[in-house]
């Protein structure tokens, strides 16, 4: 899926001249020799890393280039691939790899749809196909390619026709009508998908071809340094921001080659418009509303959202198909939109004590640290900052800041949130490659000094790591999550490659962008994230720990190592985190919890998945495996819907909860809202037949596991700090008593 959304683009203007890449890439080189944190040597080396991963980029499935195919490439271009960029001779690197790759998808494509039209599948063999190719060997020739593909096109007619089987099971079950009645013959929908697989490769341009040979070269010095086409930093800048200019709806590619609208922002251009409906279907897009239509069916999702987006209060046409066969033409002005869904989100969770008392929980979620770095706009730290400044207008009694999924963003926005939880002091340290220091330090006072769990996953990354390595090294927060962070410790800064190029050339503002790695953090107290990532002080299982997620896996990562502790750095008392007490209290919820019961045997179950790598062709014995996950999940539903039910109204009872979000920032009073509505405030949503089919109950008052046990970990938090304060007190009073 993907929002149709841009910043201010070429389309609508006069036609972009596409650049010269044999010269882009020679100032690229030059760029990451001088600038990249790891001077490596541009030799023969770099040229294998290069090669490598640009094989990973266009077939990193391992399915259309064999062995044959590699050796060839490899012996004409994998030792001197560094020596063309210099030369400004990249663009044959670039165009013959892609060539041959185009040539074996097409070849692997025509293959694969004659082999579907003439074979009558049985389904009854003992063969078996890899769930993943990408740690194995290419095939080693045509042959073995065919005989691989066979395997793929059975796979893929096997699981639709599972699908398909499964959901109508459901439906009948359920004593709903089949979602899937009068759906095209699977042969044909599989058809679509290769049309579909097709045209993506064909459609590929210079510049995308230009992309993946320069995007090679970038990560062969590091797996977060990067070369950015023009169309990817415009995407790029607009996700930072968390605007863009479209007209804000949710498309989705479907089988048959249309794109799918399946959500419509409210109050956008199209909602405004009020002509594109929920479950329209684009088939051709008019980008400069001059009565020139351009046939999208099976493009790229990426492409039609290109050619869709716009400059603001431009116009683009859509020919659309609705649902009842009509066909039409309708025309929307562009204009901005800001996708709320990915703000900073708060929240005020009430409980009520024994006692009769209040206890207040405030909750923060932040997908990411966003800002506009052009005009300063949307920072989330602002947010934040309005978030906390009103939960302690509303006395809170403690804070869970969750940074779950949160992949990093502005290293400022960091440095400055820090400081709203730790005060005044250093936040992070810098090295760049010569090894000077620089310390980045927060300068006001806290607004926020209250008892506090921070909930972080593999997936918490970069500025997340910051945030929560200065939290968890002042002793200031409860780390509470995955074992891990995702150990991404680098810093990268976009650099405009066409500074580098004459001011006259062709071109010019298409060379894109450069994001090397420019200097590595280190946490207050010394030590790097850098594929250690920040460990949990309580560690909670998750679905990740049975897949191979984090820096330390990926291509050419640079090392751990650590530095001296930061000047002015001074931790509080851990004693005062109480973390063996808080540890033994979440243990003994976690053993006791059916969900992260559930959660350790799917985590068995998908390594040992991983591990076997293997899925059988016999439809029998992928029936069964069916059946017993069938009924796995009814037996868990069953338990759960009833366990369920319970809480949900005992949260009822006990709970109240309320928003703190940007719309409420000025509100004299906080409404209270109830969590298990669903929320359509920004955006509409089509309704998913198939999956109104799944059961499985939502998490009460849409509190996950482990969401609920960060709360249950700060509330055992406020109430060990309480007792250690009337401790405190008790103790001072009976001193003061005893005689002298």
Known sequence: MALITSACSALGQAPVEKADFNQVGKEMSKMLMNRHYERLPFDEKLSERIFILLVKELDRGKVYFTQKDIDQLKAKYGKDIHKRLLLKQS????????????????????????????????FDSDRTISRSRED???????????????????????????????????????GKENPLKGDKPIKEIIKF?????LNAVTDEDDEDKANYLLSSVAKAYGPHTDYFSAREYDRFKSSMDNSFVGIGALLQAEDDGATKITGIVVGGPASKKGELVLNDRIVAVDHLNDGNMVDIMFMRINKVVELIRGPKGSTVGLKIQSEDGNTKIITIKRGKIETNDEFA??????????????????IIKLPSFYVNFQTGENRCSDDVKHILERMMEEKIDGLVLDLRGNGGGSLEEVRVMTGFFTGRGPVVQEKD?????????????AIYNGPMV????????????ILAGALQDYNRAVIVGTKSTFGKGTVQQAMDIARMLPFNAVGRDRAGYLK????????????STQNKGVESDIVLPHLFDAIEIGEKFMDYALPYDEIAKANGYKAANKENLFIKRLTERSQKRVKASKDFEYLFDDIKRAKQRIADNSLSLDKEERQTEVKESDVRTKKRNAERIKRFTVIQENDKKSLTFKRVNRDDFNKKQLETYDPTVKDESYMKLAEDKTKDLDITPEWPSRIDPVKREGMAIVNDLIDLTIEAKVAKVEAGKKEASTPK
């Open 91 to 122: 663009n044959e690197v670039a165009q013959s790899v892609h060539d041959l790759y185009v040539k074996r998808v097409k070849e692997r494509i025509a293959f694969a749809k004659g082999y579907l039209k003439n074979t009558e599948f049985s």
């Open 136 to 174: 194995l060997p290419f095939v080693a020739d045509k042959e073995a390619s065919n005989a691989l593909w066979q395997k793929l096109v059975e796979e893929a007619v096997l699981a639709e026709t599972l699908r398909r089987e499964n959901i109508e099971r459901l439906a009948k079950e359920q």
């Open 193 to 197: 998908r290769y049309e579909r697989m």
């Open 345 to 362: 989100k708060g929240e005020i969770i009430e409980s009520k004590n024994n006692d009769g008392s209040i206890r207040r929980l405030g």
């Open 433 to 445: 490659h010569r090894g000077r220091i620089t310390l980045q330090n927060a300068f006001k006072k």
């Open 454 to 465: 921070c909930l972080i996953d593999t997936s918490s990354a970069s500025a997340s790591e």
């Open 516 to 527: 090397p790695t420019i200097r590595k953090f280190y946490r207050v107290a010394g030590s």
